[in-house]
């Protein structure tokens, strides 16, 4: 059964810092992409930046290139959403999340993400 546990979410002025980490279980995860979403109140959920994990490659969402940074630890199967420079716009649970893909390709399309966590409240205060 795969896991997906995030934690490290919270109260941030802004221009302050936060990592978010995701706990993943229940798979070898060395041929899927992880990824970070984020929903707003009152907003659809948001594709924020992938890793593939075989490959290590990235994408980020245009709104938090050059302040957000994804990263794996392959021997703790989790991974890391460092987020700097933040704005109140910012605001938003943070979910991790994980598909299949052979090819480490990324995709951005919510609907291809298979597995889900419970998500992290992250607020950040003017």
């Known amino acids: 059964q795969v896991q997906l546990v995030e934690s490290g979410g919270g109260l941030v002025q802004a221009g302050g810092s936060l990592r978010l980490s995701c706990a993943a279980s229940?798979?070898?995860?060395?041929?899927?992409?992880m990824a970070w979403f984020r929903q707003a109140p009152g907003k659809e959920r948001e594709f924020a930046t992938a890793?593939?994990?075989?490959?290590?490659?990235?994408y980020y969402a245009d709104s938090v290139k050059g302040r957000f940074t994804i990263s794996r630890d392959n021997a703790k199967n989790t991974i890391y959403l460092q987020m700097n420079s933040l704005k109140p716009e910012d605001t938003a649970v943070y979910y991790c999340?994980?598909?299949?893909?052979?090819?480490?390709?990324?995709?951005?399309?919510?609907?291809?993400?298979?597995?889900w966590g419970q998500g992290t409240q992250v607020t950040v205060s003017s």
């Open positions: 890793i593939s994990w075989s490959v290590g490659s990235t």
């Open positions: 999340a994980a598909y299949f893909s052979g090819s480490g390709i990324i995709t951005t399309r919510l609907g291809a993400y298979d597995y």
């Open positions: 229940g798979r070898t995860f060395s041929s899927y992409v």
